[in-house]
Protein backbone atom coordinates (compact mmCIF):
# COMPACT_ATOMS: atom_id res chain seq x y z
CA UNK A 1 0.00 0.00 0.00
CA UNK A 2 1.25 3.23 -0.63
CA UNK A 3 -1.66 6.28 -0.38
CA UNK A 4 -1.13 9.55 -0.83
CA UNK A 5 0.62 10.88 2.12
CA UNK A 6 2.44 14.67 2.03
CA UNK A 7 4.75 16.35 4.33
CA UNK A 8 3.81 19.88 4.24
CA UNK A 9 6.79 22.23 5.27
CA UNK A 10 6.87 25.97 5.76
CA UNK A 11 9.31 27.79 2.98
CA UNK A 12 12.33 27.61 5.16
CA UNK A 13 12.19 24.15 5.13
CA UNK A 14 10.15 23.57 9.03
CA UNK A 15 8.06 20.60 9.00
CA UNK A 16 4.25 22.72 9.05
CA UNK A 17 1.88 19.08 8.83
CA UNK A 18 1.12 16.03 6.87
CA UNK A 19 -1.62 15.67 4.49
CA UNK A 20 -3.24 12.23 3.91
CA UNK A 21 -5.49 11.07 0.91
CA UNK A 22 -8.44 8.85 2.43
CA UNK A 23 -11.45 6.61 1.12
CA UNK A 24 -14.55 7.06 2.37
CA UNK A 25 -15.43 2.72 2.61
CA UNK A 26 -13.24 -0.11 2.08
CA UNK A 27 -13.51 -3.52 3.06
CA UNK A 28 -12.35 -5.19 6.16
CA UNK A 29 -9.82 -7.03 5.31
CA UNK A 30 -7.53 -3.85 3.64
CA UNK A 31 -4.40 -3.27 5.02
CA UNK A 32 -3.60 0.58 4.24
CA UNK A 33 -1.15 1.58 7.26
CA UNK A 34 2.29 2.05 6.18
CA UNK A 35 5.13 3.22 8.72
CA UNK A 36 4.60 6.89 6.96
CA UNK A 37 1.41 6.94 7.82
CA UNK A 38 1.60 5.25 11.27
CA UNK A 39 4.91 8.11 11.87
CA UNK A 40 2.31 11.08 10.85
CA UNK A 41 -0.39 10.04 12.73
CA UNK A 42 2.19 9.88 15.93
CA UNK A 43 3.62 12.99 15.41
CA UNK A 44 0.65 15.10 14.62
CA UNK A 45 -0.72 17.46 17.25
CA UNK A 46 -4.53 17.09 16.09
CA UNK A 47 -6.21 15.87 12.86
CA UNK A 48 -8.48 18.09 10.38
CA UNK A 49 -11.27 16.00 8.54
CA UNK A 50 -14.13 16.89 6.46
CA UNK A 51 -16.97 15.18 9.33
CA UNK A 52 -15.47 15.21 12.60
CA UNK A 53 -19.14 13.48 14.19
CA UNK A 54 -18.61 10.13 11.59
CA UNK A 55 -19.63 7.91 14.50
CA UNK A 56 -22.80 9.33 14.94
CA UNK A 57 -24.72 7.33 12.65
CA UNK A 58 -28.31 8.51 13.60
CA UNK A 59 -27.72 12.33 13.65
CA UNK A 60 -26.38 12.28 10.16
CA UNK A 61 -28.49 9.99 8.89
CA UNK A 62 -31.25 12.16 10.38
CA UNK A 63 -29.75 15.56 8.62
CA UNK A 64 -30.07 13.32 5.30
CA UNK A 65 -33.54 12.89 6.04
CA UNK A 66 -34.56 16.56 6.54
CA UNK A 67 -32.65 17.51 3.43
CA UNK A 68 -33.51 14.65 0.96
CA UNK A 69 -37.72 14.82 1.10
CA UNK A 70 -39.99 16.93 -0.50
CA UNK A 71 -43.05 16.35 -1.61
CA UNK A 72 -45.01 16.40 -4.83
CA UNK A 73 -42.07 15.45 -7.12
CA UNK A 74 -42.06 13.47 -10.26
CA UNK A 75 -41.29 9.66 -10.46
CA UNK A 76 -37.34 8.73 -10.28
CA UNK A 77 -37.56 7.24 -14.17
CA UNK A 78 -39.22 10.64 -15.22
CA UNK A 79 -36.15 12.22 -14.14
CA UNK A 80 -34.04 10.94 -16.62
CA UNK A 81 -33.16 10.70 -20.21
CA UNK A 82 -35.66 8.18 -21.59
CA UNK A 83 -32.43 6.08 -22.94
CA UNK A 84 -31.25 5.67 -19.05
CA UNK A 85 -34.54 4.13 -17.77
CA UNK A 86 -34.08 0.58 -18.42
CA UNK A 87 -30.71 0.68 -16.65
CA UNK A 88 -32.66 2.70 -13.68
CA UNK A 89 -34.96 -0.71 -13.10
CA UNK A 90 -31.64 -2.94 -13.57
CA UNK A 91 -30.13 -1.39 -10.76
CA UNK A 92 -33.31 -0.65 -8.86
CA UNK A 93 -33.53 -4.22 -9.00
CA UNK A 94 -29.80 -5.07 -8.54
CA UNK A 95 -30.33 -3.06 -5.12
CA UNK A 96 -33.34 -4.44 -4.15
CA UNK A 97 -35.31 -1.08 -4.07
CA UNK A 98 -38.57 0.20 -5.79
CA UNK A 99 -39.01 3.02 -7.46
CA UNK A 100 -42.10 4.06 -5.20
CA UNK A 101 -39.39 4.10 -2.31
CA UNK A 102 -37.83 7.22 -3.89
CA UNK A 103 -41.26 8.88 -4.55
CA UNK A 104 -40.56 11.75 -2.04
CA UNK A 105 -36.41 11.70 -2.59
CA UNK A 106 -35.03 14.84 -3.97
CA UNK A 107 -32.98 13.77 -7.16
CA UNK A 108 -29.27 14.10 -5.31
CA UNK A 109 -30.25 12.14 -2.83
CA UNK A 110 -31.17 9.14 -4.71
CA UNK A 111 -28.25 9.60 -6.71
CA UNK A 112 -26.07 9.22 -3.85
CA UNK A 113 -28.23 5.95 -2.48
CA UNK A 114 -28.01 4.22 -5.94
CA UNK A 115 -23.92 5.17 -5.77
CA UNK A 116 -24.13 3.08 -2.93
CA UNK A 117 -25.63 -0.59 -4.36
CA UNK A 118 -22.06 -1.38 -6.76
CA UNK A 119 -19.96 0.25 -4.53
CA UNK A 120 -17.10 -1.60 -2.66
CA UNK A 121 -16.41 -1.72 0.35
CA UNK A 122 -18.22 -0.37 3.89
CA UNK A 123 -18.13 3.18 5.62
CA UNK A 124 -17.43 1.34 8.94
CA UNK A 125 -13.75 0.60 7.46
CA UNK A 126 -13.16 4.16 6.20
CA UNK A 127 -10.10 5.68 6.29
CA UNK A 128 -11.54 8.69 7.74
CA UNK A 129 -13.43 7.05 10.52
CA UNK A 130 -9.77 4.76 11.63
CA UNK A 131 -8.09 8.02 12.16
CA UNK A 132 -10.72 10.04 13.86
CA UNK A 133 -10.45 6.70 16.26
CA UNK A 134 -6.51 7.04 16.44
CA UNK A 135 -6.73 10.92 17.71
CA UNK A 136 -8.78 9.71 20.64
CA UNK A 137 -7.59 12.60 23.40
CA UNK A 138 -6.30 14.54 20.76
CA UNK A 139 -8.70 17.47 19.12
CA UNK A 140 -10.21 16.64 16.00
CA UNK A 141 -11.28 19.50 14.00
CA UNK A 142 -13.47 19.03 10.96
CA UNK A 143 -13.47 21.48 7.61
CA UNK A 144 -17.21 21.61 6.73
CA UNK A 145 -19.23 19.00 9.11
CA UNK A 146 -22.36 16.57 7.51
CA UNK A 147 -24.74 19.31 7.07
CA UNK A 148 -22.76 21.69 5.38
CA UNK A 149 -21.87 18.58 3.35
CA UNK A 150 -25.00 17.55 2.63
CA UNK A 151 -26.36 21.25 1.90
CA UNK A 152 -23.82 21.33 -1.58
CA UNK A 153 -25.76 18.38 -3.04
CA UNK A 154 -29.34 20.12 -1.63
CA UNK A 155 -28.25 23.39 -2.82
CA UNK A 156 -27.64 22.13 -6.45
CA UNK A 157 -29.96 23.19 -8.85
CA UNK A 158 -32.71 20.81 -10.31
CA UNK A 159 -30.60 20.29 -13.72
CA UNK A 160 -27.42 19.09 -11.99
CA UNK A 161 -28.53 16.91 -9.86
CA UNK A 162 -30.51 15.24 -12.95
CA UNK A 163 -27.32 14.80 -14.15
CA UNK A 164 -25.45 12.92 -10.56
CA UNK A 165 -28.36 10.54 -11.08
CA UNK A 166 -28.15 10.12 -15.23
CA UNK A 167 -24.17 9.75 -14.40
CA UNK A 168 -24.55 6.95 -11.57
CA UNK A 169 -27.35 5.24 -13.47
CA UNK A 170 -24.90 5.33 -16.88
CA UNK A 171 -22.18 4.23 -14.90
CA UNK A 172 -23.84 1.61 -13.32
CA UNK A 173 -22.69 -0.90 -15.48
CA UNK A 174 -19.30 -0.26 -15.81
CA UNK A 175 -19.47 -0.19 -11.57
CA UNK A 176 -20.73 -3.54 -11.35
CA UNK A 177 -18.10 -5.14 -13.39
CA UNK A 178 -15.10 -3.39 -11.42
CA UNK A 179 -16.30 -2.22 -7.91
CA UNK A 180 -12.86 -2.08 -6.60
CA UNK A 181 -11.05 -0.22 -9.54
CA UNK A 182 -11.04 2.98 -7.44
CA UNK A 183 -10.07 1.38 -4.17
CA UNK A 184 -7.42 0.01 -6.35
CA UNK A 185 -5.81 3.23 -7.43
CA UNK A 186 -6.74 4.64 -3.69
CA UNK A 187 -4.11 1.51 -2.05
CA UNK A 188 -1.55 2.28 -5.01
CA UNK A 189 -1.36 6.17 -4.83
CA UNK A 190 -1.80 6.49 -8.32
CA UNK A 191 -2.08 10.04 -8.64
CA UNK A 192 -3.15 10.57 -12.15
CA UNK A 193 -5.82 7.38 -11.78
CA UNK A 194 -7.45 9.50 -9.29
CA UNK A 195 -7.05 12.37 -10.85
CA UNK A 196 -9.09 11.18 -13.69
CA UNK A 197 -11.70 9.58 -11.52
CA UNK A 198 -12.30 13.38 -10.63
CA UNK A 199 -13.25 13.69 -13.95
CA UNK A 200 -15.46 10.84 -15.00
CA UNK A 201 -19.01 9.76 -13.59
CA UNK A 202 -21.08 12.37 -11.64
CA UNK A 203 -17.80 14.80 -11.61
CA UNK A 204 -17.92 15.03 -15.39
CA UNK A 205 -20.62 17.71 -15.09
CA UNK A 206 -18.30 20.76 -14.96
CA UNK A 207 -21.02 22.62 -12.31
CA UNK A 208 -20.97 20.10 -10.40
CA UNK A 209 -17.34 19.39 -10.14
CA UNK A 210 -17.29 22.73 -9.31
CA UNK A 211 -19.42 22.40 -6.30
CA UNK A 212 -18.18 19.70 -5.04
CA UNK A 213 -14.56 19.75 -5.88
CA UNK A 214 -13.11 22.89 -6.91
CA UNK A 215 -14.58 25.37 -5.04
CA UNK A 216 -14.49 22.99 -1.80
CA UNK A 217 -10.33 22.98 -2.76
CA UNK A 218 -10.40 26.18 -2.77
CA UNK A 219 -11.96 26.87 0.83
CA UNK A 220 -9.61 24.33 2.64
CA UNK A 221 -6.54 25.86 1.42
CA UNK A 222 -7.77 29.25 2.60
CA UNK A 223 -8.63 27.39 5.95
CA UNK A 224 -5.90 25.34 6.10
CA UNK A 225 -3.00 28.09 5.52
CA UNK A 226 -3.44 29.72 8.73
CA UNK A 227 -4.25 26.45 10.69
CA UNK A 228 -0.80 25.48 9.50
CA UNK A 229 1.04 28.79 10.81
CA UNK A 230 0.29 28.19 14.24
CA UNK A 231 2.10 25.68 16.33
CA UNK A 232 0.23 22.57 16.80
CA UNK A 233 0.80 20.44 13.53
CA UNK A 234 -1.83 18.91 12.17
CA UNK A 235 -2.88 15.65 10.36
CA UNK A 236 -4.97 16.83 7.35
CA UNK A 237 -7.60 13.57 6.64
CA UNK A 238 -9.64 14.54 3.02
CA UNK A 239 -10.71 12.68 0.46
CA UNK A 240 -7.57 11.62 -2.43
CA UNK A 241 -9.55 13.22 -5.09
CA UNK A 242 -9.10 16.47 -3.11
CA UNK A 243 -5.15 16.09 -3.29
CA UNK A 244 -4.54 15.60 -6.92
CA UNK A 245 -4.29 18.48 -9.95
CA UNK A 246 -3.52 21.67 -10.17
CA UNK A 247 -6.49 22.27 -8.32
CA UNK A 248 -5.93 19.88 -5.76
CA UNK A 249 -4.90 21.15 -2.12
CA UNK A 250 -1.63 20.98 -2.18
CA UNK A 251 -1.17 22.51 -5.35
CA UNK A 252 -3.25 25.55 -3.75
CA UNK A 253 -1.13 25.40 -0.62
CA UNK A 254 2.01 25.34 -2.78
CA UNK A 255 0.84 28.61 -4.52
CA UNK A 256 0.63 30.29 -1.00
CA UNK A 257 4.48 29.31 -0.24
CA UNK A 258 4.38 25.99 1.42
CA UNK A 259 6.48 23.19 0.86
CA UNK A 260 5.10 19.86 -0.10
CA UNK A 261 6.79 16.47 -0.53
CA UNK A 262 5.22 13.31 -0.87
CA UNK A 263 6.38 10.36 1.31
CA UNK A 264 6.58 7.03 -0.02
Do not use: C
Not at 43 to 50: Q, R
Not at 109 to 129: K, M, S, Y
Not at 253 to 263: C, F
Amino acid sequence: PAPLLYEIASADGSVEGWMVGTIHALPAFVKWRTPAIEKAVTSADLLVVEIAALGDGADIARTFAALATSPDLPPLSERLPPALRPRLAELLERGDFTAREFAATETWAAALTLARIDAAGDPANGVDRALIAEFTGRRVRELEGAAAQLALFDRLPEAQQRAMLAAVVEESAAAARDPERLQRAWLAGDAKAIEASTREGVLADPAVREVLLTARNRRWAAALAPLLAEAPRPLIAVGAAHLVGPEGVPALLEAQGYRLRRIP
